[in-house]
């Protein structure tokens, strides 16, 4: 059977432009697919309101092969571009040459590119250099029938056609309903050579788009940059254009892996050589780098989650990185991890240094000393970098061994001639008492029974737990590590916390719970299309129920993790009743639905809620599961004073 294909979808509408349906479109794009002889054979993915940056993230996050425009367009020459929205929602153009070059370094993964809107010819010919096809259109494009070719074009790639019988099937569509040619989308190929060419009439890949070679990658990526000439070759703008090396023997399958890079954000050379690695791996593996989480991201939660779940850790290593506490806040978690006998070793540490040739100080020494070592001296070493990093991530040793280590080291700075103290003379570290949620790594977090009961319940998706205490008695944190466990278990989560919601909402039902479905889109990342469900003619919580039914649930592929903290806000409005009857029958339909089973919920309450709800058969808080928290036992007093270091005598 084929690979699976994946098409990434992205949309944005300034607030500026005028109102078109993107919200329609890629609704109807997913539909036409979801309706497809073999629409097994396509992962859909969306994103809305995307701006340049996005874009970026998006390519690396979701390695599609076929990427989706719904933008509105600049011009059509190459001096012009596509619109997006930049973070306050208003036009920011990305110029032909600005998306060509972004899509020549993904030349490896990206296979088809649809500009669906005005005016993208010009940037279809751009991107077109680097991309084998890329549909454009010459003249402005209506809304209505931006979408119609864009049924008839993934009509087409369902069905399993290729590429250019479903642009011809998208044309067609248009030229039925009399649209002149110039506003009709044409396909624009990148030019072969003559060895290329042979090669590609005799094969085809999934969905139709053929493959091509792999081409080597670029000059800029190796280190070489414009007017360097390493071997007195001539300049690159004179020279013809090269041939591909076709390989007739077919590519050896490569295990995916999941990676980790850890780095140190906005310092060079750090970020240049984390960026390179990233995007050479994420052609044949799972690579997770902290360059933009979404607002709101629970960030040590998302960080811990994704070392648990990786198979190799790549460090770097430079001497602003190795006085980074995130740097060793996570060589710390992978060599822990990495030694739970359930991990079988893993994350695999791989530790890279960028020109640092300073010993190690501790504790980044006692992980990493033991290990093997590759280096990286300048940007004409990215590559070789690059291929000594495929090796060991497939199993082979880094080239640094022990015997080589003297000979790398240099002696320590004058201002590092000082040496830290060994462990067993290093103070307690103590944590702020801000009265705050406990982080997930600390030392200090004191685990009672209700914490096992709390992550067996998560484990086992059992549909309603019930987080109940006093202020201050670590709900929230318990919480914290509910949603880190269900995030490794690879559920979906939406985090809401209810002091978000404004005083207005509290005193409005209708604005409540507008602004409750909205943070569940967004949560998700899914566009708000709240308003196709809103029906003044039902009750509010049987529109929530039809949003998180017809459209939430469906839009996930598994479990989805409710997580509600604070819903004390709740108790003293008009519509509590209203809204946690809502939670309850939520609960109650996972006894009869398929669909439901998918979900469960964890609300945190300080509240005893039942003298504030009349009915009981409308409360959320009496099914389910209730972690009840209590005051700490003597044995947990004393445990976390030995954890201190242990300040207070067995009497105090």
């Known amino acids: 059977m084929p690979p699976v294909q994946r098409i990434l979808i992205l949309a944005a509408n300034p607030l500026e432009s005028s109102k078109s349906r993107l919200d329609e479109e890629l609704c109807e794009l997913e539909s036409v697919l979801k309706r497809a002889k073999q629409r097994d054979r396509f992962d859909i993915r969306s994103q809305y309101a995307t701006c340049p940056d996005d874009i970026q993230q998006a390519l690396l996050d979701y390695n599609p092969q076929i990427v989706h425009f719904c933008v509105h367009g600049a011009g059509g020459d190459r001096t012009k571009g596509l619109i997006f929205a930049d973070e306050q929602g208003e036009g920011q153009v990305a110029t032909a040459q600005d998306l060509a070059d972004l899509f020549e370094l993904f030349a490896d993964q990206v296979k088809c590119v649809v500009l669906n809107g005005c005016y993208a010819e010009g940037q279809a010919a751009a991107i077109a250099e680097h991309i084998d096809a890329v549909v454009g259109v010459t003249q402005p494009m209506g809304d209505a029938a931006a979408s119609r070719f864009a049924e008839g074009f993934y009509r087409g790639l369902g069905a399993g056609k290729d590429v250019a019988f479903a642009c011809k099937l998208g044309r067609n569509a248009l030229e039925s309903q009399g649209i002149a040619a110039a506003q009709i989308p044409v396909l624009k190929k990148r030019p072969y050579s003559l060895q290329e060419r042979s090669a590609n009439d005799s094969a085809q890949g999934p969905g139709g788009i053929q493959p091509q070679p792999k081409p080597e990658r670029s000059r800029r990526l190796a280190g070489v940059t414009e007017g360097e000439n390493t071997k007195n070759e001539p300049p690159i703008e004179e020279k013809q254009a090269p041939t591909r090396k076709v390989s007739t023997e077919p590519d050896t399958p490569t295990k995916r892996s999941r990676i980790f890079i850890s780095y140190k954000r906005d310092v060079a050379p750090d970020e240049t050589v984390a960026r390179a690695i990233c995007l050479a791996l994420q052609a044949h593996h799972d690579v997770f780098i902290d360059r933009k989480m979404p607002a709101g991201t629970p960030w040590a939660e998302r960080i811990e989650a994704e070392l648990k779940a990786s198979d190799v850790l790549i460090v770097l290593l430079s001497a602003h990185s190795v006085k980074s506490e995130m740097v060793e806040h996570e060589v710390e978690l992978a060599y822990r991890f990495a030694r739970e006998p359930e991990a079988e070793g893993r994350p695999r540490i791989l530790p890279v240094r960028l020109g640092y040739r300073r010993p190690f100080h501790y504790p980044l020494s006692h992980y990493l000393d033991p290990l093997n070592w590759a280096m990286w001296d300048e940007e004409g070493d990215t590559e070789r970098l690059i291929d000594e990093l495929e090796r060991a991530i497939a199993g082979e040793p880094l080239s640094i061994t022990e015997s080589q280590k003297a000979d790398l080291l240099q002696p320590a700075a004058s201002d590092e001639a000082i040496p830290n103290p060994v462990p067993s003379a290093q103070p307690v570290p ?76 509290l005193e409005n039902r209708e604005r409540f719970f507008r602004q409750f479905c909205t943070f569940l889109a967004d949560e998700l990342e899914l566009p708000n299309r709240l308003n196709d469900f809103w029906d003044d003619d039902l009750p509010l919580p049987k529109i929530c129920e039809t949003y998180m039914r017809r459209y939430l649930l469906k839009s996930l592929d598994g479990p989805l993790v409710l997580a509600m903290d604070e819903v004390d806000r709740v108790l003293n409005t008009g519509f509590r009743s209203d809204f946690f009857g809502m939670l309850r029958s939520w609960h109650n339909k996972r006894a009869m639905s398929k669909l439901w089973r998918r979900f469960s919920q964890v609300l945190v309450i300080s509240t005893e809620p039942y003298q504030l709800i009349e009915d009981l058969n409308q409360s959320p808080f009496n099914v389910g599961q209730t972690l009840r928290l209590q005051d700490f036992t003597l044995a947990q007093v004393a445990e976390l004073n030995g954890r201190h270091g242990s300040p207070l005598g067995e009497g105090e």
Do not use: C, H, W
């Open 430 to 505: 103590l944590e702020s008492p801000d009265q705050g949620t406990m982080a997930l790594a600390s030392q200090l977090y004191i685990q009672r029974a209700e914490d096992d009961r709390g992550l067996r319940a998560v484990a086992a998706q059992e549909g309603t737990v019930i987080i109940k205490g006093a202020r201050q008695m670590g709900k929230s944190s318990l919480l914290n590590r509910m949603i880190a466990s269900a995030v490794a278990q690879d559920q979906q989560v939406v985090f809401l916390d209810f002091q978000l919601f404004d005083q207005p909402a």
